[in-house]
C-alpha cells in the first residue's frame, strides 16, 4: 500500500494571507522556516481544502478560501524537533545564578536594588520550564523566595519575608552572604571555608545546615533562646 508523506508533500516555499477590504487588499506573508524547520500545512487546512477546493492562479499559486475555516485551528505545523532538557536546565541555571543591580535614589541617599521584582523573577521562571513541562507556580514561587532579601543596601540577606522593599539575589550572593552552612551544598565550598569574611561578618541569616559546621555553638545559642 502506498504511503504518502505528509510533510513533504504539504510542504510549501511561500504562503501569503490576503485581507480584502472594499477595493484595498492586504498581504502578510506567513514564516514558513524557524531555525532549521519548515512548515507545512496543518491537517486541519488540508481537511478544508478537501471540503471547500481551491483556484488556479497564474499556473504558480493556488487561492484557497478561509472563510469557512477555524480561526482556531492551526493553519501551518512545523516539523518536530528533539527538545534538550540539558539546554533548559543551563537556561533556567543562567537565570538564577547572575544579577544585576542598580541605584535608586530614595531622598537625599541612593539605595542598591535588584534590576526586578521577585514577581518578575516568579513569571521569568514559570514562562521558560513551562515550554515544556508542567510544572506548579507555587514550587516556583518556593524557588523565588529562596532569592530574596531583605535589604541589599544594609547588607541584610535575611529571605524577605514580609519585608517592604525586598530584593531579588542571584545564587552567589545568596551563598556568599548568608550562612556558611548553606555553602555545604555549593561546589566551590572550599574557597568558601577558607575565605575569612565567611568568619568576621556577622550579619548573617542562620541555614539549617549550620548543625554540621559549628553544632556546639548552634545548640548553644538554641538553649539559650529558649531560656
Do not use: C
Not at 510533510?7 to 498581504?27: A, H
Not at 488556479?56 to 480561526?71: A, G, H, Q, R
Not at 543562567?94 to 544585576?100: N, S
Not at 548568608?178 to 561578618?201: H, Q
Amino acid at each position: 500500500m502506498l504511503s504518502l508523506n505528509i510533510t513533504k508533500i504539504s510542504r510549501l516555499s511561500k504562503i501569503y494571507l490576503l485581507y480584502k477590504d472594499g477595493n484595498k487588499v492586504e498581504e502578510i506573508e506567513l514564516p514558513l522556516k524557524v531555525g532549521n524547520r519548515w512548515a507545512r500545512l496543518s491537517l486541519y487546512m488540508l481537511s478544508h481544502i478537501m471540503k471547500y477546493g481551491y483556484e488556479v492562479f497564474d499556473e504558480d499559486y493556488y487561492i484557497i478560501d478561509l472563510s469557512n475555516f477555524n480561526p482556531k485551528s492551526p493553519i501551518l505545523k512545523y516539523d518536530e524537533v528533539e527538545f534538550d532538557y540539558s539546554a533548559l536546565g543551563k537556561e533556567f541555571k543562567k537565570l538564577l545564578k547572575t544579577r544585576k543591580y542598580k541605584y535608586v535614589k530614595v531622598g537625599n541617599t541612593k539605595k542598591i536594588r535588584s534590576e526586578f521584582t521577585v514577581d518578575v523573577l516568579v513569571q521569568r521562571m514559570f514562562d521558560l520550564v513551562n515550554k515544556k513541562l508542567g510544572i506548579n507556580i507555587a514550587l516556583l514561587e518556593v524557588i523565588a523566595y529562596a532569592f530574596t532579601a531583605q535589604n541589599l543596601s544594609e547588607l541584610n540577606y535575611d529571605l524577605g519575608r514580609n519585608a517592604a522593599t525586598h530584593d531579588v539575589i542571584g545564587f552567589k550572593e545568596a551563598i556568599n552572604f548568608r550562612s556558611i552552612g548553606g555553602s555545604y551544598g555549593w561546589d566551590d565550598l572550599l574557597r568558601k571555608v577558607l575565605d575569612p569574611m565567611s568568619y568576621l561578618e556577622d550579619n548573617k541569616p542562620d541555614h539549617p545546615m549550620d548543625v554540621r559546621f559549628a553544632p556546639r555553638e548552634v545548640v548553644d545559642k538554641y538553649l539559650k533562646n529558649q531560656q
